[in-house]
């Protein structure tokens, strides 16, 4: 039984899915992103909010 090089299906293969896990890995950075902003608005909010309470209960 003899063995065939790699040829250039093989290659498109891997390439597709080298190109398929950067995608992934991509939404996943943008998705991290964008609950980081979200998260700092929210922040920047409460402590807006916590600022004028402070002005009442001090």
Do not use: Y
Request: glycine letters at 4%; one cysteine or more.
């Amino acid at each position: 039984l003899q063995s065939e090089p790699l040829g250039h299906d093989f290659f498109l293969f891997t390439s597709c899915k080298l190109i398929h896990s950067s995608f992934q890995l991509f939404k996943l950075l943008i998705l991290i992103l964008h609950h980081s902003i979200e998260w700092d608005k929210e922040t920047i909010e409460f402590n807006k909010n916590r600022g004028i309470l402070h002005l009442f209960f001090m």
